[in-house]
């Protein structure tokens, strides 16, 4: 597959409007593959159709137009790559990496790590949630701002469901289909998804695709210590704002400040001052609050 260098994307999920959190992740991932002079797309993960937000999916990309962002590919939609994502089931299928389970979530109570009790039972594949095997590889990367990581998915997760019940294909399948058949070679994403990872590049690993480079960056927080999100009540972002809202994302991001411009001379002068090294350690930005 031929790719520039450097492809980076933003992948934001319609379950809300896209708040400050959002806005670093943007802010950030733009940035950084600009710098780079890489390409750089924007793709609406919404394949979990009944957590979809009214209004949402309009709202980010108004937000995209409105802060200056510029994909250098259409915008496309998980929704209607299911088929793709239904091929890959089947190439796992066909290789015996996956198996349907009938667990529910009262038959495994508490335990967070699944047993594989439904592994050898060879149940039919028609309305059942279906899991991939995992084995006892040790995944290991280095974050380009979280360090070395490394997991055991066998002892701390155990087989993991790639498509649920009700045919909602699961995030973690989709996510790494797309990055292929895109030719995405790094994430930049909130440090909240850090722990995906692992999941992630093992389907990477048993497809034979290419592992990518990722970045995890620190969470916004709000007053309580909480970090921005729907559930918590996070501001939407205002677009009658935009300006003043990227000034702050870029500062949040450890970055020279920006001249208050529009948006897309205000990106152009972040990205020319761009420096990877500034951004804030750790998993959340704790001398920031934002509502």
């Known amino acids: 597959m ?3 260098t450097y492809v980076g994307r933003f992948a934001p999920s319609p379950t809300g409007p896209l708040h400050f959190g959002s806005l670093i992740t943007a802010v950030a991932s733009y940035c950084e593959a600009r710098s780079q002079a890489g390409q750089w797309f924007v793709r609406i993960e919404d394949t ?13 990309l108004a937000c995209i137009d409105a802060f200056g962002f510029e994909s ?5 939609f998980q929704r209607d790559r299911l088929a793709l994502y239904q091929a890959v089931l089947d190439q796992l299928h066909a290789a015996q990496l996956i198996y349907a389970c009938q667990c529910t979530r009262k038959m495994l109570g508490s335990n967070h790590i699944y047993q594989g009790r439904c592994r050898s039972l060879a149940l039919p594949f028609a309305n059942q949630a279906i899991r991939v095997k995992v084995d006892e590889r040790c995944i290991a990367f ?22 649920r019940r009700d ?6 399948l989709a996510v790494v289909v797309d990055d292929y058949l895109q030719g995405v070679t790094h994430v930049v994403r909130g440090a909240d998804l850090l722990d ?57 991001l ?15 002068q972040a990205i ?3 420096d990877r090294a500034a951004i804030p350690r750790g998993l959340s930005l704790s001398h920031q609050i934002y509502r």
């Open 72 to 76: 250098d590919r259409t915008i496309i």
């Open 272 to 274: 020319a001052q761009w």
């Open 254 to 268: 450890g970055q020279t400040s920006v001249d208050l411009d529009t948006p897309q001379r205000m990106l152009q």
């Open 196 to 252: 995906n990872t692992a999941r992630q590049r093992y389907l990477q690993q048993i497809l034979a695709y290419p592992t990518l480079h990722y970045m995890h960056l620190p969470l916004a927080m709000n007053a309580q210590g909480q970090k921005l999100s729907k559930q918590n009540m996070a501001q939407p972002l205002a677009l009658d704002q935009a300006p003043q809202l990227l000034q702050q994302a870029i500062a949040a």
């Open 2 to 4: 031929s790719q520039t």
């Open 167 to 172: 045919g909602i294909y699961n995030y973690q």
């Open 48 to 60: 979990d159709i009944p957590r979809i937000y009214p209004g949402s999916e309009q709202h980010i």
């Open 142 to 163: 280095d974050d380009a701002l979280q360090g070395h990581v490394s997991s055991r998915l066998d002892l701390e997760l155990g087989d993991f469901v790639l498509k």
